[in-house]
């Protein structure tokens, strides 16, 4: 999950509706993944992205509910199932992931946190796939940044693997609210050369109660090759 501040529990991110419709769906920027891991603690997350009917394509939704459990606080494991749906359509489950994210040196302890999270991913057909992200992040009093690289490989075919980035900054207006900015693009891949950039505000629930922290962005291309904006709505509960 996406490390917040104190002051920020959750945000969003929003991604790119591609420039053709054989491409729709294609090309989103990846969630950014910070090193926030608590021993017991269960989170729940569930992610809602619409991209925008356009260029003779479908308006589609993408829900990707997560649960992740904190084994110890460097070490966490969950389940990630994602599905899809076309306007007209039904929700399908397109994709299930299991992952494990291990912080090897954790964000409070040092300027810099690094560590890494890794998924299995396997779709419909049970062809596997997997992601892994490389993580750093610092955590300051106000201040939050992420970075992330990306290696992925598409269930059933890992003969080419693709690299993206995410950076992320937070900045925290007080107690429950931030404001910040978010960046992603993919490096190789069928998608390389896709660039997006797009703001972030984030809200933190009150201390008890089911209400969940939330968080919204919406992102723009910054290429020819990027597709058109998208937006994402994310609610995180933690117990």
């Not at 054989?22 to 989103?28: D, F, K, M, V």
């Not at 690299?163 to 404001?179: N, Q, T």
């Not at 900015?181 to 505000?201: A, C, D, I, N, Y």
Request: glycine share 10%; charged share 25%; aromatic share 8%.
């Amino acid at each position: 999950m996406t490390r917040r501040s104190n002051l920020s529990a959750a945000m969003a991110s929003v991604l790119l509706l591609c420039a053709s419709p054989a491409l729709a769906g294609e090309g989103r920027v990846d969630q950014a993944e910070g090193l926030e891991i608590e021993a017991d603690a269960l989170e729940i997350e569930f992610q809602t992205i619409f991209v925008p009917a356009g260029n003779g394509a479908k308006g589609e939704w993408k829900f990707a509910p997560t649960i992740e459990y904190g084994l110890s606080d460097a070490l966490s494991v969950g389940l990630e199932f994602e599905f899809e749906k076309e306007s007209g359509e039904p929700a399908l489950l397109t994709e299930i992931g299991v992952q494990a994210k291990l912080a090897l040196i954790s964000p409070e302890d040092a300027p810099v946190g690094l560590g890494f999270q890794s998924s299995l991913i396997f779709d419909r057909s049970a062809d596997v796939g997997f992601e892994t992200y490389i993580i750093a992040e610092h955590d300051g009093e106000k201040i939050d940044v992420i970075g992330n690289l990306v290696i992925s490989a598409e269930p059933g075919d890992w003969s080419e693997l693709s690299a993206s980035y995410v950076g992320r900054l937070d900045h925290a207006i007080d107690d429950r609210y931030a404001l910040g900015l978010e960046s992603g693009g993919e490096l190789s891949g069928e998608t390389k050369g896709r660039h997006w950039l797009g703001p972030v505000f984030s809200m933190s629930p009150k201390e008890g109660g089911l209400v969940p922290a939330v968080e919204f962005s919406i992102f723009a291309p910054l290429t020819g090759k990027t597709p058109d904006v998208q937006m994402k709505l994310e609610l995180d509960w933690e117990f």
